[in-house]
């Protein structure tokens, strides 16, 4: 029973990063129709940052989790209005080449000059150590990723499904001559959303340093995974991103239990399997 806990906690841990990647990809797509091949490479900047933070600026990782996302959501934000802000109303396929090749160079700069293993992040002091709860023993900072990501998760889906700058986003991508007639700067507004997105990415990058280190291919690990929780949950839904995030982690962990071989493609199978039955995923609903 403990190895199923150990497995269930694995499965939690990695759901935590889905979800809060998966968020991000689904805020990108449901508000700007970009389909962010980048994403994974941006969650890699996000480690770094916050690598580069510690080692050369002394800021630790409280601090880290605030700055890193906001300056790779910047650095998004001029990728968004240099290069992806052409691409409004052209076929998808042509955002998903762009940011691909965005991938491409990011990893393949950092590869050229950190190479390909994994540089250390440590724990910060405040989140060592473990609790023994009687069937398991939880390491802290490991519950800390999972609560931290559902906050974040929650936190995100209430600001665009619940209030005002929410309902304005939404309709910018409805509608946006008339929200363009009510004052509104809708460019903005999208490069905004844009940052928001990758910020969200970056912070994943953050928590996920001292438990898997820091390394330029981390991200081109995930991003296939993180595509198939995006399609499962229905391309563009926030809450259907965020449960299947959890839920497929989840799944990844009792499938390591049971049947081990299965556990790297259970995901895609699960993936084909809801196509089969609903093209437009858990949560989506038909254009």
Partial sequence: MQALYAQLLVGLING?????????????????????FAHGALYMMGAFVAYFLLNLGGINYWWALLLAPIIVGIFGMILERT??????GLDHLYGLLLTFG?????????????????????IPDQLRGGMN???????????????????????????????????????????????RAFGINVPRMITL?????????????VLSAPINQVRPLMGADLIIVVFAVVVIGGMGSIMGSIITGFALGVIEGLTKYFYPEASNTV???????????KPTGLTGRAA
């Fill in 267 to 277: 995901v895609f199978v699960l993936m084909v399997l809801v196509l089969l039955v």
């Fill in 83 to 88: 290069m992806l802000q052409w691409l409004t």
């Fill in 16 to 36: 935590s990063f889905y979800a809060l990647l998966s968020l991000g990809l689904a805020v990108i797509f449901g508000m700007l129709n970009i389909i962010n």
């Fill in 193 to 205: 959303t844009y940052g928001l997105g990758v910020g969200l990415a970056a912070l994943a990058g």
């Fill in 102 to 122: 965005i991938a491409l160079i990011v990893q393949g700069v950092f590869q050229n000059y950190f190479g390909s293993s994994g540089l250390p992040y440590a």
């Fill in 133 to 179: 709860l009687g069937f398991m023993f939880l390491p802290v900072y490991r519950g800390w990723v999972v609560v931290f990501s559902l906050v974040v998760c929650l936190a995100t889906w209430f600001l665009i499904e619940k209030t005002q700058l929410g309902a304005y986003l939404r309709a910018a991508t409805e509608n946006p001559t008339l929200v």
